[in-house]
């Protein structure tokens, strides 16, 4: 089982604002990290630290945390980001690195 | 701009060593830094990802707990290149296996190799 808990699904209609959670208490003292894996590919990072963006990753992505919870936020979804989406972080001891089960977004 | 290609048998039989290399382009994997290293993530098909381990500068090693026993992540300088290496292999070990630069402090992975499936049975 994962240290990070995200949500199976969720869905979006094209051109609005979604925002897909990651919950674990590792969360209180360190930063997750995002990924967006389409079918047949590698995952690529959308967002590192506390919301920083890797060169060729558009804006609408961001991210941001509170307590025990890290967000992903979609603002302007389109049809290329249907994807599923990781969160990444420590593990409570800080030794290790942990992933969540991932969230499959569906553009509508 | 740094690329990642993972190469090595993709059928394994059960029981022996799954061995895979993770060759570096594009820059040193000697980077100097102790906020930088490399690790491998893998993901049985139709599954989620799984975080083997990871090697950072000045070879300190960190492996997931459930795998410690089995794994060993090394550097080979010379060649640019860091290995993965997993003993006793058995047919819940049979997923596409990712390379990928790590950052520590905060802790992320970019970027990735393409993947390598690897398939456990006799």
């Known amino acids: 089982s994962s240290e990070l808990t995200q949500d199976p699904a969720v869905s979006v209609a094209l051109g609005q604002t979604v925002r897909t959670t990651c919950q674990g208490d590792?969360?209180?003292?360190?930063?997750a990290s995002w990924y967006q894996q389409k079918p047949g590919q590698a995952p690529v990072l959308v967002i590192y630290g506390e919301n920083n963006r890797p060169s060729g990753i558009p804006d609408r992505f961001s991210g941001s945390s509170s307590g025990n919870t890290a967000s992903l936020t979609i603002t302007g979804a389109q049809a290329e980001d249907e994807a599923v989406y990781y969160c990444?972080?420590?593990?409570?001891?800080?030794?290790?690195?942990?992933f969540g089960g991932g969230t499959k977004l569906t553009v509508l | 701009q740094l690329q990642l290609q993972e190469s090595g048998p993709g059928l394994v039989k059960p029981s022996e060593t799954l061995s895979l290399t993770c060759t570096v382009s594009?820059?040193?994997?000697?980077?100097?830094?102790?906020?930088?290293?490399w690790g491998w993530i893998r993901q049985p098909p139709g599954k989620g990802l799984e975080w083997i381990g990871s090697?950072?500068?000045?070879?300190?090693?960190y492996y997931n707990s459930s795998l410690k026993s089995r794994v060993t992540i090394s550097v080979d300088t010379s060649k640019n290149l860091f290995s993965l290496k997993l003993s006793s292999v058995t047919a819940a070990d049979t997923a596409v296996y990712y390379c990928?630069?790590?950052?520590?402090?905060?802790?992320?992975?970019?970027?990735w190799g393409q993947g390598t499936l690897v398939t456990v049975s006799s």
């Open positions: 590792s969360l209180r003292d360190y930063y």
């Open positions: 990444q972080s420590r593990d409570s001891s800080g030794s290790h690195v942990v």
């Open positions: 990928a630069r790590n950052h520590d402090s905060p802790n992320w992975f970019d970027p």
């Open positions: 090697i950072y500068y000045g070879g300190n090693t």
């Open positions: 594009g820059g040193s994997i000697n980077s100097g830094s102790l906020y930088w290293g």
